[in-house]
């Protein structure tokens, strides 16, 4: 998306990613980890030169990291296209993200953006793309091994839209209303972190009789609101069908967006997700072709998948194994190995 590569390296020889893939998701981790993280400085800003709680250090390294991928790709890109612009070549085309942030021009054809700037929203938005549609098909693949016929309503509503002789496309989105349910229910039940991005209050503000003084750190609660047993009854159960409502409603299609705040999804107001439209396509797109690509089991000799938290996150405690047997002709299958 970001840099029109599958991943960074050359990937293992089973088509899996390598080191140079593994070492830079593991940094992006870090950064994501450390978002909500107390830091004394926070508050105390002349406090920062101690960088007490060391944060500022393993953030710095972990960045750093990050950077040694993006920057090379970068800063040969800017340099080709300009090579291209010189010459008088035929304007090249958008392929990715990253062109696109390059070629953005003011209404007298001056680059918007310097190269910090476009280095800066590449990390920006590689890091709000990282985590959630993938926590998201995992945690959705691990609630439906353990109940099957969820697992068998989504593969028929696959095969009753799109059908086996070709994978899912974006195009099929809109008809996939099933699958759009899962994903709203793990958004709800199993959002990749308990809070919201910390927000700053510009103003004073009384909400439900609770003052909260203009420069309040605010943090909306995620799984507050999405496990709320006075809004969402079996608040702790998968399941989809919630999101379908009566059966008049099974015309409408469902977005993944909460417009009524129920849950948080993509949130709301000015600084609420920019990438709604992108990641719901992302993950619908995800989910539906590994349901549609294989048919999905517990490990042999277990019966069931450990559906526990990890202690400092809200992802799965270990990351899902499962079997998956391939469901579909060969050739369309291949150029993903
Ligand atoms: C399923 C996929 C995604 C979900 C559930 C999601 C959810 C969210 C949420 C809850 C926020 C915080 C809003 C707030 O604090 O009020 C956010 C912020 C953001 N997201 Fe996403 N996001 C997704 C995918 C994406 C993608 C694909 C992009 C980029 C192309 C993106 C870009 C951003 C950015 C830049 C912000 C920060 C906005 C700001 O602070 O002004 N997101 N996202």
Same mark, same amino acid.
């Given at each position: ?174 008809? =996939?209303?099933?699958? /759009?349910?899962? +994903?709203?229910?793990?958004?709800? *039940?199993?959002?990749? %972190?308990?809070?919201? @991005? ?108 450990? =559906?526990?938290?990890? /202690?400092?996150? +809200?992802?799965?405690?270990?990351? *899902?194994?499962?079997? %998956?047997?391939?469901? @579909? ?9």
């Amino acid at each position: 998306m970001m840099f029109n590569r599958r991943y960074f390296g050359e990937g293992k020889e089973d088509g899996g990613p390598g080191f140079e893939e593994e070492e830079h998701v593991e940094s992006l981790f870090v950064v994501l980890q450390h978002l909500y993280s107390f830091t004394l400085s926070d508050y105390v800003p002349w406090m920062r030169v101690f960088d007490l709680e060391g944060h500022e250090k393993i953030i710095s390294a972990a960045m750093k990291t990050a950077n040694k991928y993006h920057d090379s790709i970068i800063d040969e890109r800017v340099h080709q296209r300009r090579r291209h612009h010189d010459n008088k070549k035929e304007a090249h085309k958008d392929q990715d993200l990253l062109d696109v942030l390059i070629s953005a021009k003011d209404e007298n054809g001056v680059p918007l953006l310097s190269i910090d700037e476009i280095k800066s929203q590449c990390m920006d938005l590689t890091l709000a793309t990282v985590d959630n549609p993938s926590n998201a098909a995992e945690w959705a693949i691990a609630e439906m091994i353990n109940q099957p016929e969820i697992l068998q309503k989504a593969t028929e509503e696959i095969d009753r839209v799109v059908g086996k002789e070709r994978l899912v496309q974006e195009s099929d989105v809109p008809q =996939l209303n099933y699958i /759009k349910a899962c +994903l709203r229910e793990v958004l709800r *039940l199993h959002p990749v %972190a308990p809070f919201n @991005l910390p927000h700053v209050s510009t103003r004073d503000a009384t909400i439900a009789g609770y003052f909260i003084p203009k420069g309040s750190h605010v943090l909306l609660s995620r799984i507050g609101l999405g496990r709320n047993p006075n809004v969402w009854k079996d608040s702790l159960k998968f399941i989809p069908e919630r999101h379908i409502g009566s059966v008049d409603d099974h015309h409408h299609q469902l977005e993944l967006a909460e417009t009524e705040l129920r849950f948080l999804s993509f949130s709301r107001g000015r600084r609420s997700c920019m990438g709604m439209a992108l990641g719901s396509e992302m993950s619908v797109v995800l989910l539906a072709r590994l349901l549609q690509g294989f048919e999905w089991s517990a490990p042999s000799g277990e019966e069931k998948i450990d =559906l526990s938290e990890s /202690k400092y996150d +809200l992802l799965m405690a270990k990351p *899902l194994r499962a079997r %998956a047997k391939p469901r @579909l002709a060969a050739e369309l299958y291949q150029g993903y190995d």
